[in-house]
C-alpha cells in the first residue's frame, strides 16, 4: 500500500486542522493505521491509530480529547481531526499502516507516508 499524508498548514494556537491519509495499491485487504508525529530534534512519538473497522481507536495522552482519528474504508482514507491545536503540536505528521491487524503505539508499522507540516503559532 501507498500512503499519502495531507492537510497540513500553519495555523494559530486554538485553531484546528484536518490531515488526511489516503491509501492506494493493496486497499482491499484490512490494515490498521497510525499517525505520528516528530518534532525537530525530537524523536517520532505516536499520535493516534485506528482499527480496519474502525471500532478500536487509541491517542496519546498528549492528544485525547483535542484529537480524533477516523476512517472511511470507501475512500481509502484515514483523518486525523485536530481541534485546539497548541504550539508543541507543532511538528511534521506521518501517517502509516500494517496488515497484521496490529494497533501499535510504536513504530511498528510496514508502510509509511511521506509526511506533512503542522505548524502551530502562538
Known amino acids: 500500500v501507498q500512503l499519502q499524508a495531507s492537510g497540513g498548514g500553519m495555523v494559530q494556537a486554538g485553531d484546528s486542522l484536518r490531515l488526511s491519509c489516503a491509501a492506494s495499491?493493496?486497499?482491499?485487504?484490512?490494515?490498521?493505521v497510525g499517525w505520528f508525529r516528530q518534532a525537530p530534534g525530537k524523536e517520532r512519538e505516536f499520535v493516534a491509530a485506528?482499527?480496519?473497522?474502525?471500532?478500536?481507536?487509541y491517542y496519546a495522552d498528549s492528544v485525547k480529547g483535542r484529537f480524533t482519528i477516523s476512517r472511511d474504508n470507501a475512500k481509502n482514507t484515514v483523518y486525523l481531526q485536530m481541534n485546539s491545536l497548541k504550539p508543541e503540536d507543532t511538528a511534521v505528521y506521518y501517517c502509516?499502516?500494517?496488515?497484521?491487524?496490529?494497533?501499535?503505539?510504536?513504530?511498528?508499522?510496514?508502510?509509511w507516508g511521506q509526511g506533512t507540516l503542522v505548524t502551530v503559532s502562538s
Open positions: 502509516a499502516a500494517n496488515y497484521r491487524g496490529i494497533l501499535s503505539t510504536t513504530p511498528n508499522y510496514d508502510y
Open positions: 495499491g493493496r486497499t482491499n485487504s484490512s490494515y490498521a
Open positions: 485506528i482499527s480496519w473497522t474502525g471500532g478500536r481507536v
